[in-house]
């Protein structure tokens, strides 16, 4: 089958097929990323694992796929201190996509899957999934695109190697360098079975995780590779299940 970009067609396509297809929303942000990425890194990467992954999973998948724009904005407070972002507080955010959520099931979609880029979002987005479900006559799944890049352990953090490696390979203008390099960062607290958030270690590694001089192109292009078969496979997979 075809993929469907909501923006590229009229209400009369929309109105035949969201019924019964699939909507796929990319949820990412506009955050500081260092002093080396460009400040849409997470809208950008979100989009585009996103739009390789539909459009191969469009070949196989048991029903449409409609790919909405990208919202580029998220829950990104904890990094308005270094300057460069526009945030959405959780609650708004949250507000947002219960919204979409709702305008799509007005539009009589009843399928979507949100896929975030931006670890700030997690919650939010799982906490928007479940409660769209409850609310309107829609089955929402939610999922971060970096859950599939294997075991890489850089993933996804923070302006860091693996972000880094990707940018440089999907846009490397967007990699505004130089590229930082230091000794080992100081490393985040780490509670087996706890998530701590903590604003002072921000501040204490500059807002980026581990090694970015580290990141290659060719290391993106193989990491984005991996990303986007694991993403397709899901997305196909959705249009089953859902």
Known sequence: MTLIRWADVSRETL???????????????????????????DALLATTAVERAATLAAE????????APTLAFGASDHHLA????????????LAVLLDLLRSVA??????????????????VCHAAAAAASSRYPLAVAHVDYWRFAGDDANAPGHAGEFETSLVSAVRPEAATGPVPAREDPQP?????????HDAALWA?????????????AAAGAARLDTVVAGLSDCLAGLTETL
């Open 188 to 196: 985040a607290t780490r509670v087996a079975g706890a998530t701590v």
């Open 60 to 67: 196989r998948a048991a029903r449409r796929l409609v790919l």
């Open 15 to 41: 109105n035949e097929v969201l019924p019964e297809a699939l909507v796929v929303l990319p949820v990412g942000a506009t955050e500081q990323h260092g002093r080396h990425l460009a400040t849409g890194t």
């Open 82 to 93: 270094f300057g460069g972002t526009l945030s959405l507080t959780p609650e708004t955010l």
């Open 106 to 123: 007005e539009d009589g979609g009843r399928r979507v899957v949100l896929v975030n880029g931006h670890g700030g979002n997690v919650g």
């Open 204 to 216: 204490s590694i500059d807002g980026y995780t581990d090694h970015p001089e580290r990141a290659t």
